[in-house]
């Protein structure tokens, strides 16, 4: 069987360097808020090019913690709209319910799955604060054209860069293309902790010290609370695995890259719908996401032919249980999507014969009549 993803592989060759790292915060004995977190925010810092990393514990709390800044700064209140595409994760959306905020759901477009730009501004209204563009799949939103609505009616843009590690546009990297940027380091991600792990990335001074403290209690000072804070923080040996691994996230891409081109040259079956790619270095594919029709015919195809492939995802947020008040609102462009989209094998976990062998069946397929 072709995995899908073979987390096992993947971390095995930083093996001793994970022992070594988990020797070091032992020995130690300091394990939060030391120096592998602190070695980490600079080194993510440095990588993405902001001023600013602060670690939490999780790319959720990341979303939240930058929606709760902006209150503590007088930028949003409980009320404010955000803009969020109709087709993301249920986190994005969850993070803007936790802050007491409205998600405003806008379509995506049918090639890249990214928030369809041409509908933003009809979304917007007195009560909008903000644009959370979300860099699906890995590859990176028009943010030239997402900051310049924002500027134009004064919001706050919030990249969800939690499947963007490391994506470059006009030589910018995800995390920098925004006021502020969350990420998660789910161990399935382009950069993956060994457990729960996220960040937020920002050049802006003052909301970084309010997240600063609202992460740890809303303290800065041990036992002064400035803020009603959060328990959410990066611990020590997630840090320390976390900037072994950042060493080698940009190679790590470019295989995933390179896998992804023999993909999109390689697949010729007409009953395949291929992603659209805005452009090579911006797109770092944390997924490689298809569309056809009687997905689960096909899933179940490759299923049987030895490949492993997994639906993301296959509930539209409108249609979750969470928000049956929703039920009744229609977003066609999301609803197909979501009804045909299906991730095949990408990662560097993947070798030439098994990523030869996905294109083979794949082409070979042919739907029952």
């Not at 009560?127 to 924002?150: R, W």
């Not at 991730?343 to 294109?359: K, Q, R, T």
């Amino acid at each position: 069987m072709i995995k899908f993803l073979d987390l096992q592989k993947i971390n095995l060759q930083y093996k001793e360097d994970f022992l070594n790292a988990t020797e070091s915060v032992i020995d130690s004995g300091w394990f939060i808020m030391g120096a592998q977190l602190k070695r980490f925010e600079d080194d993510f810092a440095g990588f993405c090019g902001v001023k600013h990393c602060i670690g939490v514990a999780n790319g959720l709390d990341a979303l939240i913690l930058i929606l709760e800044g902006y209150k503590e700064l007088g930028i949003m209140k409980n009320g404010s709209e955000i803009i969020v595409p109709s087709n993301t994760y249920i986190a994005t959306i969850l993070a803007i319910y936790k802050a007491r905020m409205i998600p405003v759901l806008v379509e995506p477009s049918f090639g890249d799955y990214l928030i369809d730009v041409t509908k933003i501004e009809e979304k917007i209204t007195a009560k909008t604060a903000g644009i959370l563009p979300v860099h699906l799949y890995g590859q990176l939103c028009d943010m030239k054209s997402i900051n310049a609505i924002a500027a134009k009616y004064k919001l706050k843009v919030i990249e969800d860069s939690a499947q963007s590690h490391g994506a470059l546009q006009d030589g910018i990297r995800s995390g920098a293309l925004g006021d502020a940027s969350g990420f998660s380091f789910y161990p399935g991600k382009n950069l993956g902790a060994l457990g729960d792990a996220g960040a937020v990335t920002t050049n802006d001074d003052k909301l970084a010290n309010a997240i600063k403290a609202l992460r740890n209690y809303g303290s800065h000072i041990k036992y002064q609370n400035l803020y009603k804070g959060y328990n959410s923080r990066l611990d020590e040996l997630q840090a320390a695995f976390l900037s072994v691994k950042l060493k080698k996230l940009d190679e790590d891409n470019a295989t995933r890259q390179k896998i992804a081109q023999a993909y999109l040259e390689g697949i010729t079956n007409a009953a395949v719908q291929l992603p659209a790619v805005n452009s090579p270095e911006g797109h770092v594919w944390h997924l490689f996401v298809i569309r056809i029709d009687n997905r689960d015919q096909f899933q179940e195809y490759l299923q049987q032919n030895g490949i492993q492939t997994v639906i993301h995802y296959p509930i539209p947020p409108h249609h979750q249980p969470a928000y049956k008040e929703w039920r009744a609102l229609s977003f066609p462009v999301s609803e197909k999507i979501h009804k045909e989209v299906l991730s095949i094998p990408i990662g560097p976990h993947l070798s030439n014969e098994e990523m030869e062998y996905v294109i083979k069946m794949i082409n070979l397929y042919q739907a029952d009549k």
